[in-house]
T-cell receptor, first 111, second 110 residues
Framework: DTGVSQDPRHKITKRGQNVTFRCDPI?????LYWYRQTLGQGPEFLTY????????KSRLLSDRFSAERPKGSFSTLEIQRTEQGDSAMYLC?????????FGSGTRLTVV | AQRVTQPEKLLSVFKGAPVELKCNYS??????LFWYVQYSRQRLQLLLR??SRESIKGFTADLNKGETSFHLKKPFAQEEDSAMYYC????????????FGTGTLLAVQP
């Protein structure tokens, strides 16, 4: 197990297009988190899964955002009708107890 | 509302000098605090958590509830300590969701 993997590493998309990111957590971790980080800021919580159940969503997560974690394994984060304000680093983290293991992130640029 | 404040964007010290990275928090519940570190071209990783009361890579952090602070300290800085440091607060209880500060870039000069 090489840790938390995120794909793709970079994504450039045109405004209005849909994008999907994937996160593969550490296999024995039942908790999975998505965060968003913009320049000069710390990561901001977006959503949380325990196994396959999405238990919490931030108000930052508008209706254009949707996340899934089928069968409690990998997770996907989809953004529909992207806007320039969606440009950010999207981080995935998994956890078994209190500390997170982060992935390298997906950097999204909306042009 | 919960908040984590790291007042310094950049802290520059010379090798061998003491380091203190400041973190203040605002939270109505019982705080659970962490320090995460991001070295150049690496992913964000957990450095230490206050519950463990541990020392990692020579760094320590003590929770001071009276001053609502969780400053990160190291008596003698090394060049390899240069990185971005984030203080984080668990504000989600059992969900363990974190609120992060804006980070402090530590630059250790030779």
């Amino acid at each position: 197990d090489t840790g938390v993997s995120q794909d793709p590493r970079h994504k450039i998309t045109k405004r209005g297009q849909n994008v999907t990111f994937r996160c593969d957590p550490i296999s024995e971790h039942n908790r999975l988190y998505w965060y968003r980080q913009t320049l000069g800021q710390g990561p901001e919580f977006l959503t949380y899964f325990q196994n396959e159940a999405q238990l919490e969503k931030s108000r930052l997560l508008s209706d254009r955002f949707s996340a899934e974690r089928p069968k409690g394994s990998f997770s996907t984060l989809e953004i529909q009708r992207t806007e320039q304000g969606d440009s950010a680093m999207y981080l995935c983290a998994s956890s078994l107890d209190r500390g997170y293991t982060f992935g390298s992130g997906t950097r999204l640029t909306v042009v | 509302a919960q908040r984590v404040t790291q007042p310094e964007k950049l802290l520059s010290v010379f090798k061998g000098a003491p380091v203190e990275l400041k973190c203040n928090y605002s939270y109505s519940g019982s705080p659970e605090l962490f320090w995460y570190v991001q070295y150049s071209r690496q992913r964000l990783q957990l450095l230490l958590r206050h519950i463990s009361r541990e020392s990692i890579k020579g760094f320590t952090a003590d929770l001071n509830k009276g001053e609502t602070s969780f400053h990160l300290k190291k008596p003698f800085a090394q060049e390899e300590d240069s990185a971005m440091y984030y203080c984080a607060l668990n504000y989600g209880g059992a969900t363990n969701k974190l609120i992060f500060g804006t980070g402090t870039l530590l630059a250790v000069q030779p």
